[in-house]
């Protein structure tokens, strides 16, 4: 399994920010495998500046269209996207609340979970 490795001047867990020489690990899908210092983590960690907010991306911006899991095909460009929102959103509102609740248990979950 490949693992991409990164650090930047601070890391948040969801509960906490962690020490400078934290070091986030992920597998090629971007999922957090592990946290470990930056002594273990080899010589190919990509250094950021800012802060590193593993699942605060998907707890964001998409907890809006969560009832659109995968109804639109992936890696179709900008356009087709916003094309399938437009026309494939109408959903019940309780269908839109339930799925919105259900991704940000998940989302919240994974963050605390590091």
Same mark, same amino acid.
């Given at each position: ?9 601070? %890391? ?12 986030? %690990? ?8 592990? %946290?470990? !210092? ?6 190919? #960690? ?5 802060? #590193? ?21 992936? $890696?179709?460009?900008? #356009? !087709? ?18 799925? #919105? ?7 919240? $979950? ?5």
């Amino acid at each position: 399994m490949q693992f991409y490795t990164f650090q930047a001047d601070q %890391i948040f867990t969801g509960k906490e920010m962690l020490p400078t020489t934290a070091v986030l %690990i992920c597998n090629k899908q971007g999922i957090v495998y592990d %946290i470990i !210092d930056e002594s273990d983590a080899g010589d190919e #960690i990509q250094k950021f500046k800012g802060v #590193i907010t593993p699942g605060f991306i998907n707890c964001h911006c998409h907890l809006e269209l969560s009832h659109m899991k995968g109804l639109i095909p992936e $890696k179709t460009g900008l #356009i !087709d996207f916003v094309f399938s929102v437009v026309t494939q959103r109408h959903f019940v509102e309780e269908e839109i609340l339930q799925a #919105i609740s259900i991704a940000r248990k998940r989302c919240c $979950k994974m963050a605390l979970s590091l």
